[in-house]
């Protein structure tokens, strides 16, 4: 297998605010999302497991149904299948997110959710 490079990988505007590259494998998803300040993914769920890594500038997670995360660059979040979350940046950021198994509403289109912010 050969090395990949995101800066080689294609930015698939969603919104004018949420930009997205994505890597697939047989079993998991890799996604790395610009937001700029103000951005809202709105809430969603989802039957994979996620772990958000922020690599540049400051997220709020709202998770379930009462609990808020603010994440910082090096803070990483795990959420569990099947629980709602919404995320909202507080500042232009960078989160790398890693799915299991593969997003694969996401390779059929089914993102709507994601277009709207």
């Known amino acids: 297998m050969e090395a990949k490079r995101w800066r080689d990988e294609p930015v698939e505007q969603l919104s004018p605010s949420i930009g997205r590259r994505m890597l697939h494998t047989e079993t998991m998803t890799i996604a790395w999302i610009t937001l700029a300040k103000g951005a809202v993914v709105p809430r969603h769920e989802h039957t994979n497991e996620q ?6 500038g400051r997220l709020r997670f709202l998770i379930g149904d009462e609990r808020e995360l603010v994440a910082d660059a090096g803070d990483s979040i795990p959420l569990e299948a099947g629980v709602p ?23 059929r289109g089914e993102d709507a959710y994601l277009r709207s912010g």
């Open 51 to 56: 772990i958000a890594t922020v690599l540049e």
């Open 85 to 107: 979350h919404e995320v909202e940046a507080l500042e232009d950021s960078i989160v790398l997110d890693v799915f299991s198994p593969v997003r694969e509403d996401w390779l």
